[in-house]
């Protein structure tokens, strides 16, 4: 059993509709990450959270939401989504975010968006 | 901006035998981290190697070994005894030492087949 949960694992939408991608992580890690893995596409950072920052890549839509209540918990927050943004979300965590820590990936969110 | 390639998309190889994943990266950095992850069918990706830009020795995992060469920025995967187990998509990572630059770099990815 992975240390890093995701859910739900797969998620059908509709463009007006809001949901939440839900990443929960049980290894003590205090950083945690949001990616984007489209078909043919190099895996994409969306969000970090770590205790010394929060990092956001200035492409991600502001339909992208992201919530870090504790070090243990991240949410994506979903809402008039588009149909290219279907895709494999995966959330990842590690001790610490700098370069030598090897990130810890969850089984992912499949998102599609009608 | 970092940048990692993967120039081969698809790689097969017998069961048993040694197949070779080719990365190269574009860096001018000099302290940096390199990765490969496997991602199977069940989608979790999973470390399988780390390089550390400092060491000049090639990391090794059981049945997995890199060949780093930094002058030409190549950072290639050598899988020996290749077990069915092995087939996923293979991504080779760039992580920078230090600065805001720090995050992970992906290639596009190499799905690997093993025959039986």
């Known amino acids: 059993e992975t240390g890093v949960t995701q859910t739900p694992r797969h998620l059908v939408m509709g463009m007006t509709n809001k949901k939440s991608l839900k990443c929960e992580q049980h290894l003590g890690h205090n950083a945690m990450y949001w990616y984007k893995q489209s078909a043919k596409k190099p895996l994409e950072l969306m969000f970090v959270?770590?205790?010394?920052?929060?990092?956001e890549n200035n492409s991600v839509p502001s339909r992208f939401s992201p919530e870090c209540p504790n070090s243990s918990h991240l949410f994506l927050h979903l809402h008039t989504l588009q149909p290219e943004d279907s895709a494999l979300y995966l959330c990842?965590?590690?001790?610490?975010?700098?370069?030598?820590?090897?990130?810890?990936f969850g089984a992912g969110s499949r998102l599609t968006v009608l | 901006a970092q940048t990692v390639t993967q120039s081969q998309p698809e790689m097969s190889v017998q069961e048993a035998e040694t197949v070779t994943l080719s990365c190269t990266y574009d860096?001018?950095?000099?302290?940096?981290?390199l990765f490969w992850y496997k991602q199977p069918p069940s989608r979790q990706m999973i470390l399988v190697i780390r390089q550390e830009a400092y060491k000049q020795q090639n990391a090794t995992e059981n049945r997995f070994s890199v060949n780093f060469q930094k002058a030409a920025k190549s950072f290639s995967l050598k899988i020996s005894d290749s077990q069915l187990g092995d087939a996923a998509m293979y991504f080779c990572a760039y992580r920078s030492a230090v600065g805001s630059a720090r995050q992970l770099t992906f290639g596009s990815g190499t799905q690997l087949t093993v025959l039986p």
């Open positions: 990842a965590s590690s001790r610490g975010n700098s370069g030598a820590n090897v990130l810890t």
């Open positions: 959270y770590s205790l010394e920052e929060r990092v």
């Open positions: 860096t001018s950095e000099s302290d940096y981290y």
